[in-house]
């Protein structure tokens, strides 16, 4: 972290962190800038991961110095998956024993003077351990409450009832929490990946004299409202021919997605002026090339690094007024929210962007200066220390 500010001391400050997932989607980088300032402050921070191979989060974590630890998590609850194959709830048991019994190991050795969670499926599969124990509870909520599942509903309650201090990362998502019943929960903004693990892959972009460029990062997939981004496009480009549109992202979940959407972009004939990239370790330069950048989830979003990224990078951003999206968006002052979520809305909000480039231009600027004073780095490291030093 690169500041004049002193910041909080957290030394003798000791984390004992759990991160399930396997995949660097938002929900992970999140959780690893917490565990990157909370270093930068002084403490140790040492980090549960799942057991499971080709874990990029593991990878990521290693690359950026922090030890790891192996648990043996499980699948998902699913009464679905059950009813399949009714084996799978003795096999799901048997990994919060498992699971329980190397987190407690893990909490007698290291000694940690906080836990840090932000997952009701990781606190299901480390139950035993979280009941047993009185080291006090971070929790970290980067998603809402699981309301469309009584089972995960009633885990998700379990855990803040277990949790010291619950903080959101969105005012949708303390929203969400509230009406399902949890009373005392903050915000903290995320703060955007600075991407600078020893995996990181700087990817460099070439544009042509007068292209102006388009930019998406993210998850291939449907609820990110890509189909309705290449619809808009092929609208936008028979009316903009030095529009191009970059979109960023890749996993191996999203094979059977990509192949429609590719499928959409030949049949729209767009093939030369769509360029699909896989996923890119530091996005910096994609960003810093283009002239806009789009978020066009249809579901509601907790918050969108997305879009800090883009901030901070100076680029502004048109959004669909999805979950906490409109939360880090000025509208017509360093980005644009969409009336509602369709591709009309979608070309309007764009052409509003790109039918002013001096316009567009100060946009960017205000959009770089926001991304400082509101969601700067000094700002999210204080923020944190407070939370770690309440519950000391």
Request: proline share 5%.
């Amino acid at each position: 972290m690169q500041t004049n500010v002193v910041l909080p001391d957290l030394h003798g400050i000791r984390v004992l962190a759990v991160l399930n997932g396997l995949e660097l989607f938002g929900h992970e980088r999140g959780n690893i800038e917490v565990y990157k300032v909370l270093r930068d402050m002084g403490a140790e921070v040492v980090v549960g991961v799942n057991a499971l191979p080709y874990n990029h989060v593991k990878s990521e974590l290693s690359a950026l110095g922090f030890k790891t630890f192996a648990l043996p998590f499980g699948p998902q609850w699913s009464i679905q998956w059950v009813r399949k194959k009714p084996t799978i709830a003795f096999t799901n048991i048997w990994k919060v024993a498992k699971c329980s019994w190397v987190f407690s190991r893990k909490i007698l050795a290291f000694r940690p003077s906080h836990l840090h969670l932000g997952s009701p499926l990781a606190y299901s599969y480390l139950s035993v351990a979280l009941g047993l124990s009185t080291v006090p509870l971070v929790y970290r909520m980067g998603d809402c409450p699981p309301m469309d599942s009584p089972f995960n509903l009633r885990i998700w309650r379990m855990a803040m009832r277990r949790a010291s201090r619950v903080v959101s990362i969105s005012e949708y998502v303390r929203s969400r929490a509230l009406i399902a019943g949890l009373k005392d929960i903050s915000v903290i903004y995320n703060l955007a990946p600075m991407n600078d693990g020893e995996n990181t892959n700087q990817t460099h972009v070439r544009k042509t004299r007068g292209e102006v460029s388009i930019l998406y990062v993210g998850a291939v997939a449907e609820h990110k409202g890509l189909v309705l981004l290449v619809n808009a496009f092929a609208q936008l480009a028979l009316h903009y021919p030095e529009l191009r549109l970059d979109i960023v992202g890749g996993s191996r979940y999203d094979t059977n997605f990509r192949t429609l959407l590719m499928q959409l972009i030949e049949s729209s004939r767009l093939v030369e002026r769509v360029k699909l990239h896989r996923h890119v370790d530091n996005p910096s330069s994609f960003y810093q090339a283009a002239e806009l950048h789009v978020a066009p989830s249809v579901w509601e979003e907790p918050l969108g690094n997305v879009v800090l990224e883009a901030k901070r990078e100076g680029t502004p951003s048109v959004v669909f007024p999805s979950g906490g999206l409109a939360e880090m968006v000025r509208h017509k002052v360093d980005g644009y929210i969409c009336r509602e979520k369709s591709v009309e809305a979608l070309v309007e909000g764009l052409r509003w962007m790109l039918d002013d480039p001096d316009r567009l231009r100060n946009m960017g600027e205000a959009a770089r200066e926001d991304s400082e004073a509101r969601f700067g780095s000094e700002r999210f490291a204080c923020a944190w220390a407070d939370v770690y030093r309440s519950v000391i």
